[in-house]
């Protein structure tokens, strides 16, 4: 895969730059941020993976094609398959708060345009380092609470919360 899309720690971080790459019916800049996100929380938390690997798995599990882009189900499964639990959390407040103290884990949101996912991990002081979120910045370090005032529209948030092991 080129390496465009990818910071220099290996996060896929700009998921524009995924044009040609399909998922679906339809190519990875368009509706592949659910595999991203899959693909971005599995390797921040040590799981050795390959994108091309969950891009290809995730993309056998699309219903229609991926027009509607990916189920959570399909995330947490493939999360699942991988060793990382998550509790599923619904509406924005409750899954704010739980996303606030979480290890780290996967955000559906409305990102004011289209539905998105983002994964995030803990990083110091309280902050997260929120991937494939600003394509200007190879590291998007902020609080959960400036992501949400920044990013965050709409009422409709799932979060995929990672469990403490």
């Not at 219903?63 to 189920?71: A, L, P, Y």
Request: aromatic fraction near 12%; proline fraction near 2%; glycine fraction near 12%.
């Amino acid at each position: 895969m080129d390496k465009g899309g990818f910071s220099s720690d290996g996060y896929i971080v700009d998921q524009k730059q995924l044009l040609g790459f399909p998922y679906g019916r339809y190519s990875s800049d368009w509706n592949g941020c659910g595999w991203i996100a899959a693909y971005n929380l599995l390797r921040s938390q040590g799981r050795d993976v390959s994108c091309e690997e969950i891009r290809r798995e995730m993309s056998d599990r699309l219903r229609f094609g991926g027009f509607f882009g990916t189920s959570v189900g399909n995330v947490r499964s493939c999360l699942r398959r991988r060793g990382l639990k998550t509790a599923l959390i619904l509406g924005k407040r409750r899954a704010l708060s739980a996303a606030s103290k979480a290890p780290g884990g996967v955000l559906r949101f409305h990102d004011g345009e289209y539905p998105h996912y983002v994964a995030f991990s803990r990083e110091r002081d309280g902050l997260c380092r929120f991937y494939n979120a600003d394509s200007e910045e190879e590291r998007y370090v902020l609080s959960m609470e400036d992501f949400y005032r920044i990013h965050v529209t709409g009422r409709f948030v799932r979060a995929l919360i990672l469990n403490k092991t």
